[in-house]
Nanobody
């Protein structure tokens, strides 16, 4: 088991910024891939951003490219998502995911371990 703990999120006006963090709490082995997914009411889960924790390569969905930045956090097995220029369509529950072997980093079925999720609300 890989326990994932998310922090950040909350409410912001359109055009604002929020920062999410996710850590594999207490897990000492190296995780190869971590990513962020979101799900809005009535919609399917969407891959937002992901990162190869070994090579540092980042992956983004077209809907957030140039607005969101995924990066490794300060601690081991930690990932952050800096969300800028937020739009009302970014409203969703954002979940962190992790796994050791991932072929398609923005596909949710590739990941075994999931956090509980954190709400992001963007108002007009």
């Amino acid at each position: 088991q890989v326990p994932l703990v998310e922090s950040g999120g909350g409410s912001v006006q359109a055009g604002g910024s929020l920062r999410l963090s996710c850590a594999a709490s207490g897990y000492t082995a190296s995780i190869y891939f971590m990513g962020w997914f979101r799900q809005a009411p009535g919609k399917e889960r969407e891959g937002v951003a992901a990162m190869s924790m070994i090579g540092g390569r980042a992956y983004y969905s077209d809907s957030v490219k140039a607005r969101f930045i995924v990066s490794q956090g300060n601690g081991k097995n930690t990932i952050t998502l800096q969300m800028n220029s937020l739009k009302p369509e970014d409203n969703a529950i954002y979940c962190c995911a992790a796994d050791f072997r991932v072929i398609a980093p923005l596909v949710s079925s590739e990941y075994t371990y999931w956090g509980q999720g954190t709400q992001v609300t963007v108002s007009t």
